[in-house]
Every structure is written in structure tokens, then in C-alpha cells.
């Protein structure tokens, strides 16, 4: 199912959602690109900061809401980032966090649509947010909030831009290489060990299985004079001799 879904977000990325990205690079100046980023960065400031307060972590919650605050009166909504300056880092959690830190560690790969890289832990704290329609309850409308998450997400499209060259010619098998350095991500973020992949590719076997077999070298021919040696893979012909004598033997 995964690869499913990786291949439709894949098609729907190089036939919409790229060339759109491409198109607003180049129409747009990177100031108001940067101030449209920070905009919807001061959103993700307040949802960390509910993720933090369920995780009981007082002094993030803090650092959060003062991020929030300063930023939304002076830094014009959020437009400019004046509060990493002023020396409040940016400390972004979200409820897959929240779950990791109640014991939820390690939770299976997850493709979502259009979204990407997910965990099961992830995607249902993902739901979670989507359910709570922050962007309807600012913007009014459906229709406000859907344009306000069509912009975020071209807007961090265009970011990433040129990565998907990279991951292309870095990996025989781009869809694992997505998938693994997305668990080694999580796994640092919230402690766990990334589970191992039964549909991994074994480079070391797929060549061993694609090598010729190994000739064996024909025997040198016997020379003048020389007794020839039975081997150990081929004894001695006996067929035709008597049997030996049991004296003898003794």
C-alpha cells in the first residue's frame, strides 16, 4: 500500500504539484516567499505549544506561547520572525511527538497522500490537527482556509526543490531511501530504533545472485612419465580388480 501511494504522490508531484512550486519560484521574490514561510511557521509555533503542554514540558510550552506572542504583535502576525533573534528558539513539536513521549516509540511506515512520509503515530496526530480546522477557525471560511493550505504547501514544495534529483540518482530504490532516512529522523527525534524492512534490498545478495558461476579450471594434462594421483573428489577406479586380500590388510 505504501508503494501504492508513493507512486501516485509521485506522478501527482512531477505532473501538478512541482511544476506549480517551479512557477512561484519563479514569480515570487524570496523576501515575501521568507515572510509567507514565517507566517505559517507562527501557526506551527501555537501547535507545538499545545504538544508541549500535553507532554508537560513547562518550559518549551513557554518559550512557545512567547514565540507566538511576539511574533504575532511585532513581527506582524507572524511575517517576520523577530523572536529567534531575540534568542527564543523554535523547538516545533506535534501530537506524533506528544505520543512518542507517552511510550508510543516505534510505529510502523506510513505513506500518506499528497502529505508524504508519515508513521502511523504521526498520521493520526496529523488527523488530529486536520480535525481541529485551525486555518477555518482564523480564516472564516472553507474556502479561505483551503487557498491558506494550498499556499502553505506550495510554499514548502518550493523549498525543497531539487531534492527529489538527489534522491533519484542516490538510491536504486528510491521509495526505501525516502523511507529509511525518514525512520532515522523520527528515531533521533523521539528515541526509538527504527524497525528493520523485509522488502530491503540485499545488494551483496542481488549481485551474488546475478554473478556467472564459478568455472572450475580444466585439469593439466599428465606429463611424460608422471603417475597420475586419484583426487579426493574422484577416487580411484576399482572396478574390474579383485577384492583385496585380508591379510594384506592386517
Not at 579426493?232 to 577384492?243: I, M, R
Request: charged share 20%.
Amino acid at each position: 500500500m505504501n508503494r501504492v501511494i508513493y507512486r501516485f504522490n509521485d506522478v501527482a508531484d512531477k505532473a501538478v504539484v512541482k511544476p506549480v512550486a517551479q512557477g512561484y519560484r519563479a514569480v515570487t521574490p524570496q523576501p515575501v516567499r521568507t515572510a509567507i514561510g514565517n507566517f505559517f511557521n507562527n501557526w506551527l509555533d501555537a501547535y507545538s505549544a499545545v504538544s508541549n503542554l500535553l507532554r508537560a514540558e513547562g518550559e518549551k510550552t513557554l518559550n512557545d506561547v512567547m514565540r507566538v506572542s511576539i511574533n504575532s504583535t511585532f513581527g506582524l502576525f507572524g511575517v517576520l520572525d523577530i523572536a529567534t533573534p531575540a534568542g527564543l528558539k523554535s523547538n516545533k513539536n506535534t501530537l506524533g511527538d506528544t505520543f512518542a513521549s507517552w511510550g508510543w516509540k516505534n510505529s510502523s511506515y506510513l505513506v500518506l497522500p499528497v502529505v508524504g512520509p508519515s508513521t502511523v503515530r504521526d498520521g493520526i496526530g496529523a488527523a488530529a490537527y486536520f480535525m481541529a480546522e485551525p486555518y477555518r477557525h482564523a480564516f472564516g471560511t472553507y474556502t479561505r482556509a483551503t487557498v491558506a493550505s494550498v499556499v502553505n504547501g506550495v510554499n514548502t514544495r518550493e523549498r525543497y526543490l531539487g531534492l527529489e534529483e538527489t534522491v533519484d540518482e542516490a538510491a536504486l530504490d528510491p521509495y526505501s531511501f525516502v523511507r529509511d532516512g525518514y525512520l532515522q529522523l523520527r528515531a533521533r527525534e523521539t528515541g526509538a530504533e527504527p524497525p528493520l524492512h523485509k522488502d530491503d534490498i540485499d545488494l551483496d545478495e542481488l549481485m551474488n545472485e546475478s554473478a556467472a558461476p564459478a568455472v572450475t579450471p580444466a585439469s593439466e594434462p599428465a606429463k611424460p612419465g608422471a603417475v597420475s594421483t586419484p583426487s579426493a573428489e574422484q577416487p580411484e577406479k576399482t572396478e574390474g580388480l579383485p577384492p583385496p586380500d585380508a591379510s594384506a590388510v592386517q
